[in-house]
């Protein structure tokens, strides 16, 4: 009889879990509990057994009549639950619901603005992975060994390569231009071709920095290129992509890998010209350097500097981003916030 019991409490639950109706539960509860039902003729045949047997049969029977009531309700609930979840909503004829509208983010269409730009020009558009080398970093820049961009308070060295040199002492990118250098010694010259990619500095972030930022760099090798021809290249891209003139600047500025070396300014565009902390309160703003590139560059590259010339620019893209929406916080950008990164869809 206890076989019996345990074959019973078996069956009821496997039936009671397949049961995918109230009215289906019902027939089950029936089968089980009822007058006729399984467990209810264990229960009336308890006075033919042996009192030793009656008690155990009847305790055990008592147990298995409880512990299904329980399954029954919750299985119950279940369904109740199921049917109000679905309840109104099987509509064939009913609209879908609309799928949130996504968009590039404000970064990454300025890139692709910026490309258009240069593509309409006849440059090439190049890229390559966001690990290099101390060669193609700085060697092949010009940048002596010495200089303190080379340093860890400045660059990420990858670890386990601290104490090679050269092409063996990998890094996260801290700039584009060894990317050129690559390019010129792959596709030779004449080149015009542009660079743009994320790259990673070691510094404090303020309204004006960031450890993780994007460039966009543009070099024109070329035979006799003219300096003016690089100048207008600069204000002809501002404004294409701001739609209208933009007031530049350039100024003298040292760096290794041109000669000679520009960082060229813009109006700032967030407080006009007036003053902001986006602009440290000059009113202008440096978004790229510029100039010729250097001739121990164009060495590295495999190039005569005797014959060939150009023009570089290193756009940095956040900042020209803030310029053209009015943000006053390069952080923002990067903070994957839904709020701020909504406006620019």
């Known amino acids: 009889m206890l076989d019996k019991l345990t074959s019973i409490r078996a069956n009821g639950i496997q039936e009671i879990n397949q049961a995918g109706s109230l009215e289906q539960l019902q027939e089950v509860r029936t089968a089980l509990l009822g007058k006729k039902g399984r467990l209810t003729e264990i229960l009336k045949g308890l006075g033919q057994l042996s009192p030793e047997e009656r008690k155990a049969v009847g305790k055990a029977a008592n147990e298995v009549k409880d512990e299904m009531a329980e399954i029954l309700e919750a299985r119950q609930k279940a369904i109740v639950d199921e049917a109000s979840a679905y309840a109104g909503e099987i509509d064939l004829t009913r609209p879908g619901s609309k799928v949130p509208d996504g968009g590039l983010h404000p970064i990454t269409q300025m890139s692709y603005d910026l490309n258009d730009a240069f593509l309409s020009l006849g440059f090439a558009v190049y890229s390559e992975d966001e690990i ?131 960082e060229i300014d813009m109006k700032c565009l967030v407080c006009g010209g007036s003053g902001c902390k986006v602009c440290k309160n000059v009113g202008w703003i440096e978004v790229m350097p510029g100039g010729s590139p250097h001739p121990n560059v164009l060495r590295a590259a495999g190039l005569d500097p005797a014959i060939w010339s150009g023009f570089y620019i290193n756009i940095g893209l956040d900042r020209l981003v803030m310029m053209r929406y009015g943000v006053d916080d390069v952080r923002l950008f990067h903070s994957a916030d839904l709020r701020f990164l909504s406006q620019f869809k």
């Open 132 to 262: 290099t080398s101390e060669l193609y970093a700085f060697d092949n820049l010009n940048f002596p060994p010495e200089h303190p961009a080379r340093e860890s308070m400045d660059t990420y060295w990858i670890a386990g390569t601290e104490n090679e040199r050269g092409g063996k002492r990998l890094a996260l990118r801290p700039h584009l231009t060894g990317g050129s250098v690559r390019y010129l010694q792959k596709h030779g010259a004449p080149a015009r071709f542009v660079y743009p990619g994320r790259v990673y500095r070691n510094e404090t972030t303020d309204a004006r920095h960031e450890r993780a930022f994007f460039q966009y760099e543009a070099l024109i090798v070329d035979k006799d290129f003219s300096f003016a021809s690089g100048q207008l290249l600069v204000k002809t891209i501002l404004e294409k992509v701001f739609g209208r003139e933009v007031e530049v600047r350039m100024r003298a500025g040292f760096f290794p890998f041109v000669e000679p070396g520009f």
